[in-house]
């Protein structure tokens, strides 16, 4: 029985879509409806981590056909960590959507698209069949392009374009990657493939293939050189959507790099340079890039490219203590990021602009709110103790061990833009005078009501309190990784519970 529960959180998900098919139009009821769902949503994936963590693999087999021949979901560390994230913004920014988005987005069918979004990530994160990945990932794509294009606005248009293009190729290279696997050794299933693939006598078209599954997750998770389609689109749709955008979507492409080149492809010398050279190109590009944006959401859109090269670097030096990192900075990462583009939104209800050179001001006439802010940016800078510091010790220390020396600068590089950049983001939009009064501005988060000022400010609380226990529990954090590590690191563990 405890098995069956694996599914509990993904029925959730979509039997409140559905409810909501039936409230089309009815403002008000989608709301509470949504916000029903994510909070049962997120109950249930609190007691999916909770039972993985005691039990380590949760795996249900549909349909009583035993793996490799049925379809499998599988609950591991890794899963259940990114399932808990997904519950976690997936509640901050349902709440926050209620505030943050217009009517008309609402009444256009936004939390039914939203709510089967959720569901296509948590179905990519717990299944365990890589053919189904494609088709979880097919669901997250769909959603996205239809929220991205919500509202419809010129500029919206231009962003999902790019969006859409560049998943498009992604989605090819993937299923190209998936027939050719499928070709070699006639299994599709995760745990299967892992022990077929060892006995691949034709290493050259293993290779290959592993590189081509890197490519095509890659393009999803915005690495160079194919990252510019993030920046040119992520700043175009409404604050709530560019949040669960930038916190989740990007690390689905991660997720996925991590279990196939853990468990199905074991990394050699050649693929781990490729990785590790392709970190450092990211890192310095999203650096480079951040450096002379004056729109906030713009300069955060490039951090996002900078530090998956963090996450890249790591799986490529493929080790346990950089995979502890990778965990760390990944929980770290999903809810920083998340919190930032929603921060964005509400200086957008305060200035009525995100551009850097037409803000200013606001720690002096929202100290308080300033406050709260600054958490989630000097979190993502990594001042000690926030939660950005941690994992970096992890990538410092395994670059120095393994002696790759340019990561290690490249590394050090990146972490002093993004300090500068975010010093400088806290003194254009906090710290210097407005250039005009606020007496002489349509101050329009003023004007809110109490509950809608609590839907806007509670979920951006919310997620900097989890931060400050990220940075300041860090011990806690430190254990799940490093368990998740082990997991990654001892794929057998995975293939026994799966194929008993």
């Given at each position: 029985?405890?098995t ?17 098919l ?15 769902g ?10 999916l ?10 795996v249900?087999q ?27 913004v ?22 039914f698209i939203?709510?089967f979004l ?31 294009t ?6 919206q ?11 498009m ?29 060892n006995?691949?006598?034709n ?8 590189l081509?599954?890197?490519a ?6 915005a690495?160079?050189p194919?990252y ?14 560019a949040?669960i ?9 991660i ?18 340079k ?5 970190a ?6 999203g650096?480079l ?12 859109s ?22 502890v ?7 770290h ?17 305060i ?9 200013g ?15 989630a940016?000097?979190s ?7 939660s ?9 220390g395994?670059a120095?061990?393994?002696e ?7 590394i ?7 300090l500068?950049?975010?010093a ?16 002489d ?20 609380t919310?997620?900097?309190l989890?931060?400050l ?12 990784s490093q368990k ?10 995975y ?6």
């Open positions: 029985m405890m069956n529960f694996i599914l509990a959180p993904i029925l959730v998900h979509m039997l409140t879509a559905i409810i909501l039936f409230f089309w139009g009815k403002v008000q009821a989608q709301k509470i409806i949504s916000i029903v994510n909070i049962l949503a997120f109950i249930l994936c609190i007691r981590f909770n039972v993985t963590q005691t039990h380590d693999f949760l249900l549909l349909g009583g056909w035993k793996a490799p021949f049925g379809i499998t979901f599988v609950s591991d560390s890794l899963s259940s960590v990114m399932v808990l994230l997904t519950a976690i997936s509640l901050a920014v349902g709440v926050y959507s209620t505030t943050a988005l217009n009517v008309s987005r609402i009444k256009f069918g936004y939390f939203f709510h959720i569901m296509g990530l948590l179905g990519a994160f717990l299944t365990g069949d890589i053919f189904n990945l494609y088709v979880w990932f097919e669901v997250v794509i769909i959603s996205s392009f239809v929220l991205l919500l509202g419809g606005k010129k500029m248009m231009e962003g999902a374009i790019k969006y859409v293009t560049m998943n190729l992604a989605s090819t290279v993937f299923l190209t990657a998936i027939g050719i696997l499928y070709g070699i050794t006639g299994t599709l299933n995760m745990a299967d493939l892992a022990l077929k693939i006995s691949m006598e290493k050259g078209l293993v290779s290959v293939t592993a081509l599954f890197f095509g997750f890659g393009i999803k998770s690495v160079f194919l510019f389609w993030l920046p040119s689109s992520y700043h175009t749709p409404p604050s709530a959507i949040a955008f930038g916190g989740l979507l990007t690390k689905m492409g997720y996925s790099m991590i279990r196939v080149f853990t468990l199905i492809f074991q990394p050699d010398d050649f693929i781990q490729v990785f590790i050279g392709i450092i190109m990211t890192m310095i590009t650096a890039g951040s450096i002379n944006k004056r729109s906030v959401r713009r300069l955060i490039y951090l996002i490219v900078c530090h998956i090269g963090y996450l890249i670097a790591g799986i490529g030096l493929h080790t346990e203590i950089a995979f990192g990778v965990i760390f900075y990944l929980i990462d999903v809810i920083v990021k998340s919190n930032l583009l929603m921060i964005t939104g509400v200086i957008q209800k200035r009525e602009t995100i551009d850097m050179q037409r803000l001001g606001l720690y002096m006439d929202y100290p308080k709110l300033s406050l709260i802010f600054a958490i940016m000097f993502l800078v990594g001042i000690p103790p926030l950005g510091f941690w994992p970096k010790i992890q990538f410092f395994e120095l061990k393994t790759n020396y340019v990561l290690l600068v490249t050090i590089l990146a972490s002093f833009v993004t500068f950049v975010i400088r983001m806290w003194s254009e939009v906090f710290w210097k005078p407005s250039p005009k009064p606020l007496t501005e349509i101050d329009r988060f003023a004007q809110l009501s109490i509950l809608s000022k609590f839907a806007l400010i509670a979920p951006i919310f997620l900097s989890v931060s226990y990220i940075g300041f529990g860090a011990e806690s954090i430190y254990e799940i998740t590590a082990h997991e990654l690191m001892n794929p057998q563990l293939i026994n519970a799966v194929l008993k």
